[in-house]
């Protein structure tokens, strides 16, 4: 049993991780792992919590950025396609391999994405309201990967998704963040629904962490409407680069 300080110290710390995501469209559960592993939960019941944390955080975040969506529908309808089955593979393989060297691998990706989100800060560049069906077609292999190493780590398509859309389809990076997240709405509840059919979810800790995330959910939508594009594209470099470090030491970490 969690003992009072450690329920109110989840609390908080899921609303300031979820706002943070919300706000920037990056991979808040990985911050969330690292606290379940210290509070003694095994690996596998980690990344089951953070599913299902991680559904409630997204599922509020997408209503809070309601109004954006309207502008992205055809973009979200396709990215949910084929991000469902992905997530649901790699959360079905979790049982089955090691996810050591794919945690390191991602981790070096992060930390190249993040640095390449941070040097589009100092290029001026047209951006897009929308992106018709026949630009993002030819892409669609990449958040259904994205998706796989989700189920598989908890992270993945946030990151990956959001290069994709800002980077390549220079996509409005407040309407990047929007898609995105509620992307991870409906691939989060992929994800939590096989974990909680394989039993895989810590309720005692995982109730006080979607009480935070509900919070923070509706918090970052409001602040990302107030942010410049810049500095929402700062702040995703920093989250990134704090997550691809963070699973590289936890990479070496179960080697």
């Known amino acids: ?14 609303i300031g991780v979820s706002t943070f995501a919300m706000t920037t469209g990056g991979e808040g559960a990985i911050l969330f792992i690292p606290f379940f592993l210290l509070l003694g939960i ?6 089951g919590t953070s599913f299902i944390t991680q559904l409630f955080g997204k599922a509020s ?4 950025y309601l109004n954006e969506l309207k502008n992205c529908k055809n973009i979200l309808i396709r990215l949910v396609i084929v991000s469902i089955p992905g997530v649901i593979i790699g959360s079905l393989l979790v049982s089955y391999i090691k996810p050591q060297f794919l945690q390191f691998a991602f ?14 800060l100092f290029k001026s560049e047209n951006v897009k309201e929308n992106i018709t069906t026949p630009e993002l077609v030819p892409w669609l292999c990449i958040p259904f990967l994205a998706s796989v190493l989700t189920g598989i780590l908890a992270i993945g398509s946030g990151t990956i998704n ?22 991870m709405a409906f691939t989060a509840m992929a994800g939590a629904v096989v974990h909680l059919s394989l039993g895989t979810v ?14 923070g959910g509706q918090i970052g939508p409001r602040i990302a409407r107030k942010m410049h594009t810049n500095w929402i594209k700062a702040l995703f470099a920093a989250l990134t680069f704090i997550v691809g470090v963070v699973t590289c030491i936890i990479a070496f970490g179960n080697f």
Do not use: N, Q
């Open 1 to 14: 049993m969690f003992d009072i300080t450690i329920s109110i110290l989840a609390f908080f710390t899921a």
């Open 42 to 47: 095994e690996p596998k019941i980690a990344i």
């Open 61 to 64: 975040g997408t209503i809070g």
């Open 107 to 120: 981790g070096i990706v992060a930390i190249i994405l993040a640095a390449t989100m941070l040097l589009s």
């Open 162 to 183: 959001t290069v994709l859309l800002e980077r390549i389809l220079k996509l409005k990076m407040h309407l990047v963040v929007a898609t995105v997240v509620a992307t």
């Open 202 to 215: 810590y309720w005692p800790i995982a109730v006080f962490t979607i009480a935070g995330v509900l919070i």
